[in-house]
């Protein structure tokens, strides 16, 4: 009898049949097209699911969504050089929680494409996390911004063409305080009642650009939402959007986009403006778009959203997206919590418990 003949069968006294065997690497029994599927997808697949971002932390005050919309994929028929050459480099990361008055986020962008890029980029992401973990909370954008580009230049290496842009944003959910550092990244919007504005405009260059390293704090601006206000972060792959022609999704198209939607629930304003640049493009985004929006809620205490992930394009059947925030299946004393940087997947509460220390002190 060979080793799993007696899988799968009922037994005699009625008892479920005995799980088999987990189907060898390579072969997927849900699908039943992978064993068909170029290796170079698969990279790319796996690629895709260590950037894709963790879900957006529940922080009281705060609602944040966040859509990550890899470039378009290349035809079917094209070589397999090709399948791996598409994939990009940008990245989302969250930190925060329910027992937190703030939230974090970093979002960035490494040059170029293909797999020198994606590895980079997902170097850089958990290398990010590592830091995270030991700076002060509220996390201070400026200091950590000095740490990554220290950091980040010693990854990038002596390659004069490869770079990575940052944004490194803290938000309050009590005072609705935003400081924020930026280099090389597009400066994000701030959605108010009566208008749209870029009021957040101070660049250092981008990572890379110089391989000068930085020995104090770099600099960092504050703006304030107020109740009801939100600030939209996003790639270049929505400012760099263009059509066949040439005609780029300029600002003052962005500006009259969320115009329109700047009433909707935070996750479907990022899908409907997403839905805008392909419209205007005329073909699905041809570079990574990643966007993000935290809005301060007008009523804290009141029933809110959940902060959600939008999935804009799943993760292919066999390789699950990799989330390090919120699991369903946690044990009890494991609450709803924040990625531990660098470290494991959750907090637990004596993490919490020390981050909450470090942020009253």
């Given at each position: 009898?060979?080793?799993?003949?007696?899988?799968?069968?009922?037994?005699?006294?009625?008892?479920p049949?005995i799980?088999?065997?987990?189907?060898?690497?390579?072969?997927?029994?849900?699908?039943?097209?992978?064993?068909?599927?170029?290796?170079?997808?698969?990279?790319?697949?796996?690629?895709?699911?260590?950037?894709?971002?963790?879900?957006?932390?529940?922080?009281?005050?705060?609602?944040?969504?966040?859509?990550?919309?890899?470039?378009?994929?290349?035809?079917?028929?094209?070589?397999?050089?090709?399948?791996?050459?598409?994939?990009?480099?940008?990245?989302?990361?969250?930190?925060?929680?329910?027992?937190?008055?703030?939230?974090?986020?970093?979002?960035?962008?490494?040059?170029?494409?293909?797999?020198?890029?994606?590895?980079?980029?997902?170097?850089?992401?958990?290398?990010?996390?590592?830091?995270?973990s030991?700076?002060?909370?509220p996390?201070?954008?400026?200091?950590?911004?000095?740490?990554?580009?220290?950091?980040?230049?010693?990854?990038?290496?002596?390659?004069?063409?490869?770079?990575?842009?940052?944004?490194?944003?803290s938000?309050?959910?009590?005072?609705?305080?935003?400081?924020?550092?930026?280099?090389?990244?597009?400066?994000?919007?701030?959605?108010?009642?009566?208008?749209?504005?870029?009021?957040?405009?101070?660049?250092?260059?981008?990572?890379?650009?110089?391989?000068?390293?930085?020995?104090?704090?770099?600099?960092?601006?504050?703006?304030?939402?107020?109740?009801?206000?939100?600030?939209?972060?996003?790639?270049?792959?929505?400012?760099?959007?263009?059509?066949?022609?040439?005609?780029?999704?300029?600002?003052?198209?962005?500006?009259?986009?969320?115009?329109?939607?700047?009433?909707?629930?935070?996750?479907?304003?990022?899908e409907?403006?997403?839905?805008?640049?392909?419209?205007?493009?005329?073909?699905?985004?041809?570079?990574?778009?990643?966007?993000v929006?935290?809005?301060?809620l007008?009523?804290?205490?009141?029933?809110?959203?959940?902060?959600?992930?939008?999935?804009?394009?799943?993760?292919?059947?066999?390789?699950?997206?990799?989330?390090?925030?919120?699991?369903?299946?946690?044990?009890?004393?494991?609450?709803?919590?924040?990625?531990?940087?660098?470290?494991?997947?959750?907090?637990?509460?004596?993490?919490?418990?020390?981050?909450?220390?470090?942020?009253?002190?």
């Amino acid at each position: 009898m060979s080793g799993d003949a007696g899988y799968g069968r009922s037994m005699p006294d009625g008892r479920p049949p005995i799980a088999g065997p987990p189907p060898p690497p390579g072969r997927s029994d849900g699908d039943p097209d992978a064993a068909a599927r170029p290796a170079e997808r698969q990279v790319v697949d796996g690629f895709r699911a260590l950037l894709a971002p963790p879900p957006p932390p529940d922080v009281p005050g705060l609602e944040i969504a966040c859509l990550y919309q890899p470039a378009a994929p290349m035809s079917a028929g094209e070589s397999g050089d090709a399948v791996v050459a598409d994939i990009g480099g940008d990245f989302v990361d969250f930190f925060g929680g329910p027992r937190l008055s703030h939230a974090a986020v970093i979002m960035g962008d490494i040059s170029g494409k293909g797999l020198q890029a994606a590895l980079q980029a997902i170097a850089a992401k958990y290398m990010l996390r590592g830091l995270v973990s030991s700076e002060r909370w509220p996390l201070p954008p400026g200091s950590l911004l000095m740490d990554a580009t220290n950091a980040l230049l010693t990854l990038l290496g002596d390659d004069p063409g490869r770079f990575v842009t940052l944004a490194i944003v803290s938000v309050g959910g009590r005072d609705g305080l935003v400081a924020v550092s930026l280099a090389g990244h597009p400066a994000p919007a701030v959605i108010r009642a009566d208008r749209i504005e870029r009021p957040l405009q101070f660049l250092m260059p981008a990572i890379g650009v110089t391989s000068d390293a930085e020995l104090q704090a770099l600099p960092s601006e504050e703006v304030r939402l107020d109740p009801g206000d939100a600030l939209l972060l996003f790639t270049d792959g929505l400012s760099d959007a263009h059509t066949s022609a040439g005609d780029y999704y300029e600002e003052t198209r962005l500006e009259a986009a969320l115009e329109e939607l700047r009433g909707m629930p935070a996750a479907q304003l990022l899908e409907r403006l997403l839905a805008d640049v392909t419209a205007f493009t005329g073909h699905p985004p041809s570079d990574d778009v990643a966007l993000v929006l935290i809005r301060r809620l007008v009523d804290p205490r009141g029933p809110a959203a959940r902060s959600r992930r939008v999935a804009a394009q799943p993760a292919p059947p066999d390789r699950p997206p990799y989330s390090p925030g919120l699991h369903r299946d946690r044990p009890s004393d494991i609450d709803q919590s924040p990625t531990v940087p660098g470290h494991s997947s959750r907090y637990g509460r004596s993490d919490y418990e020390q981050l909450q220390r470090r942020e009253d002190a």
